[in-house]
């Protein structure tokens, strides 16, 4: 099944499901008005959901007003971000001349979730300064998972499946992690693409707790990279159990893979700038690709559409800024 949410005016938008194709839509009134309701209480609106699911397969259902959708979870009770992509550290350490983590225990830290922003909305920020990067990744949504909750049960609380474009500050990034108290300035609300996916829809490409599928990246019509979500080191039925261990996760939580990176690199290209320069210092010394200015467009997506697109520019935020 497919998941969107359309703005009605209302924080958490109206719930609809969506067509295989992408082109018409069902709401989900009376099941779940919206997507937070139906994850909540999902083994009881999911016969539900799968019928309207089936009555759009025989070709009932509305156009789809794609202008209207916002992020699949406008807003979420708790936003976790991994790094499961060992290739993605590597680079940057080698690049900065940076130490090992020395740690055996999944990297994640906890990010803003007071809201996601739409895959086609202008993305708002105060200073080209910043540093100014973007970080495409895959992201799970799960019902609530009890404390304690091991991997392999943690499989069975994945009950859908997103596109993340984590936006991240650079220039900021290293001062705040300077304190050893983590991100806040350095990581402005992230971006959804429109649609969230059941396991089951992605077929053979969901394995392991990991999205065998190509992430494809363009900066300003440009290709920018395809790397690979199978490459994860630990699935995100591990990012899941390690999140848990002290603590339930709520309905609704979000869990990131982290940029998705690859070793074939220098074919795949990346998903992020940051990266991209890390891998110029490694072969000349010299970082060359600048980060984002006001106007720059990036787009993403997979190949298909599961997720829909992400296609965004980045824009001057409006009013005063402080600090």
Same mark, same amino acid.
């Given at each position: 099944?497919?998941?969107?949410?359309?703005?009605?005016?209302?924080?958490?938008?109206?719930?609809?499901?969506?067509?295989?194709?992408?082109?018409?839509?069902?709401?989900?009134?009376?099941?779940?008005?919206?997507?937070?309701?139906?994850?909540?209480?999902?083994?009881?609106?999911?016969?539900?959901?799968?019928?309207?699911?089936?009555?759009?397969?025989?070709?009932?259902?509305?156009?789809?007003?794609?202008?209207?959708?916002?992020?699949?979870?406008?807003?979420?009770?708790?936003?976790?971000?991994?790094?499961?992509?060992?290739?993605?550290?590597?680079?940057?350490?080698?690049?900065?001349?940076?130490?090992?983590?020395?740690?055996?225990?999944?990297?994640?830290?906890?990010?803003?979730?007071?809201?996601?922003?739409?895959?086609?909305?202008?993305?708002?920020?105060?200073?080209?300064?910043?540093?100014?990067?973007?970080?495409?990744?895959?992201?799970?949504?799960?019902?609530?998972?009890?404390?304690?909750?091991?991997?392999?049960?943690?499989?069975?609380?994945?009950?859908?499946?997103?596109?993340?474009?984590?936006?991240?500050?650079?220039?900021?990034?290293?001062?705040?992690?300077?304190?050893?108290?983590?991100?806040?300035?350095?990581?402005?609300?992230?971006?959804?693409?429109?649609?969230?996916? *059941?396991?089951?829809?992605?077929?053979?490409?969901?394995?392991?707790?990991?999205?065998?599928?190509?992430?494809?990246?363009?900066?300003?019509?440009?290709?920018?990279?395809?790397?690979?979500?199978?490459?994860?080191?630990?699935?995100?039925?591990?990012?899941?159990?390690?999140?848990?261990?002290?603590?339930?996760?709520?309905?609704?939580?979000?869990?990131?893979?982290? *940029?998705?990176?690859?070793?074939?690199?220098?074919?795949?290209?990346?998903?992020?700038?940051?990266?991209?320069?890390?891998?110029?210092?490694?072969?000349?010394?010299?970082?060359?690709?600048?980060?984002?200015?006001?106007?720059?467009?990036?787009?993403?997506?997979?190949?298909?559409?599961?997720?829909?697109?992400?296609?965004?520019?980045?824009?001057?935020?409006?009013?005063?800024?402080?600090?």
């Amino acid at each position: 099944m497919r998941f969107a949410t359309l703005d009605n005016g209302r924080p958490d938008g109206q719930l609809v499901i969506v067509s295989a194709d992408g082109r018409r839509c069902l709401a989900a009134a009376g099941i779940a008005n919206t997507l937070q309701q139906a994850i909540e209480q999902w083994d009881k609106a999911e016969p539900g959901l799968k019928n309207i699911d089936t009555r759009l397969a025989q070709g009932e259902g509305e156009a789809l007003d794609h202008g209207r959708l916002l992020a699949p979870l406008p807003r979420s009770w708790q936003w976790l971000d991994g790094s499961a992509f060992p290739q993605h550290g590597e680079l940057m350490q080698r690049a900065f001349g940076l130490p090992p983590i020395e740690t055996d225990r999944p990297l994640m830290y906890q990010g803003m979730s007071d809201r996601f922003l739409p895959g086609h909305a202008d993305v708002p920020l105060p200073s080209e300064a910043d540093g100014i990067d973007f970080e495409g990744e895959f992201g799970v949504i799960t019902d609530a998972v009890p404390m304690g909750t091991n991997a392999e049960e943690a499989m069975k609380h994945i009950k859908l499946i997103i596109l993340i474009n984590d936006w991240s500050l650079r220039a900021i990034a290293p001062v705040e992690m300077k304190t050893g108290f983590g991100w806040v300035q350095a990581k402005p609300a992230c971006s959804a693409a429109p649609f969230a996916v *059941t396991p089951d829809d992605l077929g053979d490409a969901w394995k392991d707790g990991r999205v065998y599928l190509p992430l494809e990246v363009e900066l300003n019509d440009q290709w920018f990279g395809n790397p690979n979500g199978g490459e994860m080191e630990i699935g995100f039925h591990e990012l899941i159990a390690h999140a848990a261990r002290t603590r339930d996760l709520v309905a609704g939580t979000i869990i990131g893979s982290g *940029t998705v990176s690859n070793a074939d690199y220098a074919n795949v290209g990346s998903a992020c700038i940051s990266e991209r320069r890390a891998i110029e210092m490694i072969v000349s010394g010299t970082p060359t690709t600048p980060f984002l200015r006001f106007g720059d467009r990036v787009q993403m997506q997979v190949p298909g559409g599961p997720f829909g697109a992400l296609d965004q520019k980045i824009a001057k935020v409006s009013g005063p800024v402080r600090g």
